[in-house]
């Protein structure tokens, strides 16, 4: 930032801080960095910086952000190490850096065990240790730290994970809530050993991301990433099963006692009761898959950027199912798959989907119940297309 602009910003604070005198926490008050973030993120239109601020003063009064670092206390399960967030330390600049064993974090069953609303509180109340830290570290080194390092490993990130709705629905509310509230914060984010499945949730996430979030977003394969890394952030901090020295006190490069690695959560650790799941689907309709057959229930999409969506379960044992597309436009009328057929038990719950549709054509659901020589499936399902209109429509 030039000499002028400085200067320009400065001043556009000056005026921020006087619109709003009397209505945010002193400490917010007399943070510049708060007025600052909030006119970055708004391309220092101030008018549009104070809307979002205030807004985000409202959201942090109405949801107790100003105490939320000791008086709330997150869920057992999402206290857990099963919620897999480790703060590992600082980089060469003193950014914090956490890592984020996204891969492992089975959503299916912590949205099983507690809301979304929790999750948020919880992600909060991280978020806000993180900004208490370096407003402390500012204070006594008179440096300038706003921005943290994430690095989310995506190994193990698996096909029913990256397609299941409410998983979706999850994380874009959590994206969301992290571009309305805390602009500014995130100075790089490394997503690592990343396969096919990340992008399908790629495709649908990063529609609620700001430009500017989405630059600092560094993803990459199973190479690449461990020289980028180290030449940042210093390798005692890093696991040394990624490319660090970081070690158990036991020398297990795993790092099981340092870091929260996620994993499968026990069902007896759900909260809801999931006994009576036909009240969960109002409205479904009921289908029998006869043994070594399929069924297929097709869906026209007009609009690029609309979405398919699907709830179903089946009413004993388990079906597979996939994604198919057809190109009306084309003569070959070969379906191609989209979502390769994973094989799915709902005794537990709802088998939520969702799926971007980057073209018009016809998407098809396919059960699959040819690998059962005795059984026939009742399957329950809804299916729907959301649909993009033709001014928002996503471009692909």
């Keep these: 930032m030039t000499l002028d602009n400085m200067k320009i910003e400065e001043s556009l604070v000056d005026e921020l801080r006087q619109r709003l005198k009397g209505q945010m926490i002193q400490k917010m008050y007399e943070d510049d960095n708060v007025f600052k973030r909030f006119l970055r993120a708004r391309n220092h239109n101030i008018d549009a910086a104070e809307k979002m601020l205030k807004n985000h003063i409202n959201w942090r ?50 949205l099983n065990c507690c809301s979304v609303l929790e999750i948020e509180q919880f992600l909060a109340q991280f978020l806000e240790v993180e900004a208490e830290t370096m407003r402390n570290f500012n204070k006594n080194t008179g440096k300038c730290v706003t921005k943290g390092v994430l690095i989310f490993n995506f190994e193990h990130f698996s096909l029913a ?129 006869q043994r070594m057959s399929k069924v297929e229930v097709t869906l026209q999409v007009l609009y690029p950027g609309s979405k398919v969506e699907w709830d179903f379960f089946v009413k004993s044992r388990d079906i597979s199912y996939s994604v198919l597309f057809k190109d009306c436009v084309t003569s070959d009328q070969t379906p191609t798959e989209l979502i390769p057929p994973q094989r799915v038990e709902t005794n537990a719950g709802l088998e939520s989907g969702m799926c971007q549709c980057e073209k018009a054509g016809v998407y098809i659901i396919e059960f699959d119940n040819s690998y059962s020589w005795i059984y026939s499936k009742e399957v329950f399902y809804t299916a729907t297309v959301v649909k993009a209109s033709r001014n928002n429509a996503t471009e692909f």
């Design 161 to 289: 994970s990256a397609t299941h709705k409410l998983t979706l629905e999850a994380i874009t509310t959590l994206i969301t809530r992290y571009e309305a509230h805390y602009p500014e914060r995130l100075k790089t984010a490394y997503a690592i050993n990343v396969s096919y499945y990340f992008t399908l949730v790629w495709m649908v996430v990063k529609h609620f991301m700001s430009p500017a979030t989405v630059d600092k977003i560094r993803i990459y394969g199973k190479t690449g990433w461990q020289e980028d890394l180290l030449k940042t952030i210093n390798p005692d901090i890093i696991p040394a099963f990624l490319c660090g020295n970081l070690t158990d006190p036991d020398g297990n490069p795993q790092c099981k006692t340092l870091l929260k690695l996620g994993g499968p959560i026990p069902e007896n650790l759900y909260s809801f009761n999931y006994q009576k799941l036909a009240n969960r689907l109002p409205g479904a309709t009921k289908m029998t898959v």
């Design 61 to 110: 009064n109405e949801n107790k952000i100003d105490t939320i670092i000791t008086d709330f206390k997150p869920h057992p399960v999402v206290a857990s190490a099963y919620m897999p967030f480790t703060r590992l330390g600082t980089d060469i600049e003193d950014a914090p850096v956490s890592y984020v064993h996204f891969g492992c974090l089975d959503t299916k069953g912590l």
